[in-house]
């Protein structure tokens, strides 16, 4: 269980940033989406989770019915939908005389539809299922749920009723909203249909998790989350194009730093602007590369200019946890996050990471021509100096981390994103990590797309291209409508949390190779 609870969390509100970040809430777009058709969930031990969805009737069939206690049905939207369901209620045989009782079970997948919440054993809250029970006291009569759901099926059971009557459901839709300015997406019009396919997905996804702030999940956790941000504001950039958001959420992190001047690694934004106490190392350096991108995207000087000490000041800090030998300083209180993976040792990527970050925070010194170049510029070269020297195993020819040295692939993958070492010996070391069994692995699309990014600036396209189908391509062939959270091609029940039934299925940063093809043409 990864859980932060920081007692002393004093944060300093800026409020002409918060005030900005308000100024530029988005409007959202909304379109009305119906039902396609009435569907049932069966075990299938060759799909994921082992449940798939076989099609009953088209949804115009369902006013012909009426349902009595105990009885149910299953809707499909069709495609995933992140918005406001509404439906009206007929009762049919003598007039109601007691109560409507109901109960909808709302899902991404087969598997919500088919495993009963109640069964949820994970760490996560359990109140992220999507689930209701409604009393309806008068019939005829509109059903309009206030929560926001993130679905493709809906299940609708009927718990109680009386003995002298039953209900008709009509009218079913559902409100879908984004703030995405979906109009300015260019096509793609890719030769490759697998790749033309991953395009689509990957900004359906994108687009459903663009609402207020860019969240990292319509179902879960539905907040903006700085690493999630990063990957999403690059893939917006390539698509929508809807920049004043990630000026938004820049905003909105710069808003509520601690009192030393850290953001945090998440932001709740209702009922007011709220910081989370969870501090990560590599997200609160992420507030410098986010801004990097964004100004590389727009050339805004103005965000640039009011941004740019909070940016600094996560390069400070970063540089703060440096030990004498200017390596990360590992220990059992500190969280990066880098990836979910069991097990895995954050010292060396973190290293790699901090090595990332200060070569864009030297490139905003320069364009700003603040007198922190230079300091930024000698910090730099000792943190290289020092992965080459004390994280690096010169017999085995890997990065090693923690006082364990362990081989893993986030070191790797962060460590030729770094760019450290020239593009052949970068070449060499992936293609050397393939043959490394005992490396620890990567566990989320996040972990991925580093991967493939880190495969496309050492010269290996093709592999990349490769990389891209089996993993991204195996989430379709899984009948992916939105790109998941987590995906292991080898344990496709994988969740870090104890449970796929709490794992998002529309997740932000699992959206990227829309950028990926877009940016290196692929
Ligand atoms: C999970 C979510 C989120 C991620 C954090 C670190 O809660 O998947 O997207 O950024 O972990």
Redesign the pocket.
């Known amino acids: 269980m990864n859980i932060q609870k920081i007692k002393e969390h004093v944060i300093v509100r800026n409020e002409l940033f918060i005030d900005k970040a308000e100024e530029l809430k988005p409007a959202l777009h909304t379109k009305t989406i119906y039902p396609i058709s009435l569907v049932e969930v069966m075990q299938d031990e060759k799909a994921i989770h082992g449940w798939s969805m076989a099609f009953t009737a088209p949804y115009s069939s369902l006013k012909e019915q009426a349902f009595g206690k105990k009885e149910a049905f299953i809707l499909d939207f069709g495609d995933h939908q992140v918005g406001y369901l509404a439906f009206d209620i007929r009762p049919a045989g003598s007039p109601p005389d007691a109560p409507l009782k109901l109960k909808l079970t709302i899902g991404e997948m087969p598997v919500e539809m088919a495993e009963p919440f109640d069964s949820y054993d994970g760490w996560l809250a359990s109140s992220w299922l999507q689930e209701e029970t409604l009393f309806v006291d008068v019939l005829p009569g509109r059903v309009e749920l206030p929560r926001r759901y993130s679905f493709r099926y809906v299940k609708v059971e009927v718990l109680e009723t009386s003995p002298k009557y039953k209900v008709v459901f009509e009218n079913i839709e559902c409100s879908a909203v984004t703030s995405a300015h979906c109009e300015k997406v260019e096509p793609l019009g890719h030769q490759d249909p697998l790749l033309q396919k991953m395009d689509d997905i990957s900004i359906k996804t994108l687009a459903d998790c663009m609402q207020d702030v860019f969240e990292?999940?319509p179902k879960r956790?539905r907040r903006l989350?700085l690493?999630?941000l990063r990957l999403q504001a690059l893939a917006n950039y390539k698509t929508f194009q809807t920049n004043d958001l990630v000026k938004r959420c820049l905003y909105l992190f710069a808003g509520v730093p601690n009192d030393k001047g850290q953001v945090t690694?998440n932001v709740f934004v209702k009922p007011e602007l709220i910081a989370d106490d969870t501090l990560l190392f590599d997200y609160s350096l992420f507030f410098v590369s986010t801004l990097y991108d964004y100004y590389e995207a727009t050339k805004d000087m103005a965000t640039l200019i009011d941004l740019w000490p909070t940016a600094l000041r996560q390069v400070e800090l970063g540089l703060e946890r440096l030990d004498e030998r200017h390596v990360v300083i590992d220990s059992e209180e500190w969280w990066s996050?880098i990836d979910w993976q069991e097990g895995l040792n954050k010292q060396a990527p973190s290293q790699a990471v901090l090595i990332y970050v200060l070569k864009q925070a030297i490139h905003l010194a320069d364009v700003l021509h603040t007198p922190e170049k230079p300091m930024l510029a000698s910090r730099l070269r000792d943190a290289v100096e020092a992965a080459k020297q004390f994280l690096w195993d010169e017999q085995q020819q890997f990065f090693i981390s923690g006082a364990d040295r362990q081989v893993s692939w986030a070191s790797h993958v962060w460590m030729v994103l770094a760019d450290i070492l020239p593009k052949e010996e970068n070449q060499a070391l992936l293609n050397r990590l393939l043959t490394a069994d005992e490396a620890v692995g990567m566990a989320t699309p996040y972990m991925y797309h580093h991967y493939v990014e880190a495969l496309l600036l050492s010269g290996e396209r093709e592999k990349a291209i490769e990389q891209m189908k089996v993993y991204w391509g195996g989430m379709l062939e899984d009948g992916a409508d939105t790109f998941w959270?987590l995906y292991d091609p080898n344990d496709k029940n994988f969740s870090p949390y104890g449970s796929h039934l709490i794992n998002?299925y529309c997740?932000?940063?699992s959206c990227t190779p829309t950028y990926l093809i877009r940016k290196y043409s692929l």
Request: aromatic share 24%.
């Open positions: 990292d999940g956790d989350w690493g999630d690694a996050f959270e998002s997740h932000a940063w």
